[in-house]
């Protein structure tokens, strides 16, 4: 089984919509990530959270909101989505222990189309 | 303010031939420096880090990269690439004290038979 799973795999959603995007790790990681990729700007930061009670926002935090309910569960949420929100959408964790040079683990990835 | 360039889009090469794949950053202070790779309908896995020490690198799948401080570059390097190795990948800095990960645009190696 995957140590980082993503939920869904694939979303087609509306303009204006309100969309949850989920992520769960079996790695016993504290430090939980949310990317966006899209082509040719390689991955950006949208939200990062070091533990339950840490959340923190990263470069491109706008229209987005993040939920950690368990150190296990990070959960991404577009608020009211717009078409330029439509890209590739990937969580990471990592291990506090390894300090500032700590590996990041990809899950699979989340494909989101609003139209 | 970071960032970290990749000049190349795309590379494509046939296989059993040398690439490079190149990565230049920006920073006056300590930088941490990662290469990443996607293979198609993946997420992210490392293929190797600098940290201190040895300039050159050795990561997974005979992939190996070279810091080079006095032109701030941490260009990726295998001799002889195979099929398998067609991915997109990507360089990456966490400046010191920030734990957060700047990639780079990504580079596609298209490797041909």
């Known amino acids: 089984d995957a140590d980082v799973t993503q939920t869904p795999r694939n979303r087609i959603t509306k303009t204006g919509k309100r969309i949850m995007l989920e992520c769960s790790q079996t790695?016993?990681?504290?430090?939980m990530y949310w990317y966006r990729q899209d082509p040719g700007l390689g991955l950006r930061l949208i939200y990062y959270s070091f533990d339950v009670k840490d959340i923190n926002k990263g470069e491109i935090s706008d229209g987005y909101s993040v939920s950690r309910q368990a150190q296990a569960k990070f959960s991404l949420s577009l608020e009211s989505a717009i078409p330029n929100q439509t890209a590739l959408y990937f969580c990471a964790t990592s291990d506090r222990g390894q300090g500032i040079q700590e590996t990041q683990y990809f899950g699979p990835g989340t494909r989101l189309l609003v139209l | 303010a970071q960032s970290v360039t990749q000049l190349d889009s795309q590379v494509p090469v046939f296989e059993e031939a040398p690439v490079e794949l190149r990565c230049n950053y920006s920073s006056s202070v300590s930088v941490y420096l990662f290469w990443y790779v996607q293979y198609p309908n993946q997420g992210l896995q490392l293929l190797l880090k600098y940290l201190s020490g040895s300039t050159l690198v050795k990561g997974i799948n005979g992939f190996e990269a070279e810091f080079n401080k006095s032109q701030t570059s941490f260009h990726l390097r295998k001799p002889s690439v195979h099929i398998s190795d067609t991915a997109e990948y990507f360089c990456?800095?966490?400046?010191?004290?920030?734990?957060?990960?700047?990639f780079g645009s990504g580079t596609r190696l298209l490797v041909r038979p």
């Open positions: 990456a800095v966490i400046k010191d004290s920030s734990y957060k990960l700047i």
């Open positions: 790695k016993g990681h504290d430090r």
